[in-house]
């Protein structure tokens, strides 16, 4: 039997609010422009899906640029949290920090090639707590130096504050996992001590014997940083945030994203599958028995919403006659 790789990290966890009556199922990666996605799409049997489109109506649409940091799944769940869409910040909110510039810091290793600087999957890094403190001890240091604190909420999350941050707008870890990240490193001028920090790290642990000891394990160096869900929250922004989350049950398939971030177009497809008998399902029924509901489809680029409220004269004649269909869809996201 195959075992399924080790989770990719996401910058933010879907808190259940099960006091929330209103239900908003995100989908990231529910469609790509990839060949082989656009096959499997034409192949694709979901009923519940197709039940939930003829249910609901469209709610808009949040569109974005292939040079968007912010991937269309994470503005949707901003906006859905009351944060900035174009520059979310995860940590803080995750965290609670207050008054103080934060970030996701995430360990990894990248490969250069010829053209591009991939980075490499971080769940097959393997790092365990431990290793993870062992790191911290070793960087701790050198970021103090330039007013930065850093934590560790998770192995491969941890939490960078500081002032260095304030005008930090990194790209989101979905931008770069497994891709060259070349095109998504801000610019010199505006993150110069974060550079010359990465530099100063990836000169210190070239030759460590943090990394010799993982060699000897048969472990990946780690050699690089991403830094991402980068922002600041006063303390009205933050009860703000975790009230509107309070109000919603928000529920993101990750099975989708961590396929497709890794392009396996097989565990794509029943990961679709999968949502379609389950999340999907379970949406269906709620509207069906008149809960109020929201549904986000998302790509790479665009994502369209549904909700549950009551539809118009005209929109009910639409439906009807031209019933809203996911093939008709897919590719405008």
Same mark, same amino acid.
């Given at each position: 039997?195959?075992?399924?790789?080790?989770?990719?990290?996401?910058?933010?966890?879907?808190?259940?609010?099960?006091?929330?009556?209103?239900?908003?199922?995100?989908?990231?990666?529910?469609?790509?422009?990839?060949?082989?996605?656009?096959?499997?799409?034409?192949?694709?049997?979901?009923?519940?899906?197709?039940?939930?489109?003829?249910?609901?109506?469209?709610?808009?649409?949040?569109?974005?640029?292939?040079?968007?940091?912010?991937?269309?799944?994470?503005?949707?769940?901003?906006?859905?949290?009351?944060?900035?869409?174009?520059?979310?910040?995860?940590?803080?909110?995750?965290?609670?920090?207050?008054?103080?510039?934060?970030?996701?810091?995430?360990?990894?290793?990248?490969?250069?090639?010829?053209?591009?600087?991939?980075?490499?999957?971080? &769940?097959?890094? !393997? =790092?365990?707590?431990? /290793?993870?403190?062992?790191?911290? @001890? #070793?960087? *701790?240091? $050198?970021? +103090?130096?330039?007013?930065?604190?850093?934590?560790?909420?998770?192995?491969?999350?941890?939490?960078?504050?500081?002032?260095?941050?304030?005008?930090?707008?990194?790209?989101?870890?979905?931008?770069?996992?497994?891709?060259?990240?070349?095109?998504?490193?801000?610019?010199?001028?505006?993150?110069?001590?974060?550079?010359?920090?990465?530099?100063?790290?990836?000169?210190?642990?070239?030759?460590?014997?943090?990394?010799?000891?993982?060699?000897?394990?048969?472990?990946?160096?780690?050699?690089?940083?991403?830094?991402?869900?980068?922002?600041?929250?006063?303390?009205?922004?933050?009860?703000?945030?975790?009230?509107?989350? &309070?109000?919603? !049950? =928000?529920?993101?398939? /990750?099975?989708?994203?961590?396929? @497709? #971030?890794? *392009?396996? $177009?097989? +565990?794509?497809?029943?990961?679709?599958?999968?949502?379609?008998?389950?999340?999907?399902?379970?949406?269906?029924?709620?509207?069906?028995?008149?809960?109020?509901?929201?549904?986000?489809?998302?790509?790479?680029?665009?994502?369209?919403?549904?909700?549950?409220?009551?539809?118009?004269?005209?929109?009910?004649?639409?439906?009807?006659?031209?019933?809203?269909?996911?093939?008709?869809?897919?590719?405008?996201?």
């Amino acid at each position: 039997m195959s075992l399924s790789p080790p989770a990719l990290p996401a910058p933010f966890l879907a808190s259940p609010a099960p006091a929330a009556t209103h239900r908003h199922l995100v989908l990231p990666y529910a469609a790509l422009l990839d060949d082989s996605c656009q096959h499997l799409l034409s192949t694709l049997e979901l009923p519940q899906l197709e039940r939930l489109l003829r249910s609901l109506r469209p709610a808009g649409a949040t569109l974005g640029q292939p040079d968007q940091p912010i991937p269309p799944h994470e503005r949707v769940v901003a906006r859905a949290w009351a944060l900035d869409a174009e520059r979310p910040a995860w940590a803080a909110l995750a965290t609670q920090t207050v008054d103080t510039p934060c970030a996701w810091l995430t360990p990894c290793h990248w490969t250069a090639g010829a053209d591009q600087v991939r980075m490499d999957d971080p &769940a097959s890094l !393997q =790092l365990e707590l431990a /290793d993870a403190q062992a790191l911290h @001890a #070793l960087l *701790q240091p $050198w970021f +103090a130096q330039d007013g930065l604190s850093l934590d560790i909420v998770t192995p491969l999350l941890w939490r960078i504050a500081g002032a260095p941050l304030a005008d930090l707008r990194p790209a989101s870890l979905d931008r770069v996992l497994l891709r060259d990240v070349s095109p998504w490193l801000p610019s010199a001028q505006t993150a110069r001590t974060l550079h010359r920090l990465h530099s100063e790290v990836q000169m210190l642990l070239y030759t460590h014997a943090f990394n010799d000891r993982r060699a000897e394990r048969g472990l990946q160096p780690i050699n690089a940083f991403w830094l991402h869900g980068a922002g600041s929250l006063d303390a009205d922004a933050l009860a703000h945030s975790q009230q509107a989350a &309070a109000q919603v !049950q =928000l529920q993101v398939v /990750d099975g989708l994203r961590q396929a @497709a #971030l890794r *392009q396996d $177009w097989p +565990a794509w497809k029943q990961a679709w599958l999968a949502a379609d008998a389950g999340p999907l399902a379970a949406l269906a029924q709620h509207v069906t028995q008149g809960g109020p509901a929201t549904l986000s489809l998302c790509g790479e680029h665009h994502a369209r919403s549904w909700d549950s409220q009551p539809r118009g004269l005209v929109d009910k004649i639409k439906n009807v006659f031209s019933p809203q269909r996911f093939a008709g869809l897919h590719q405008a996201l």
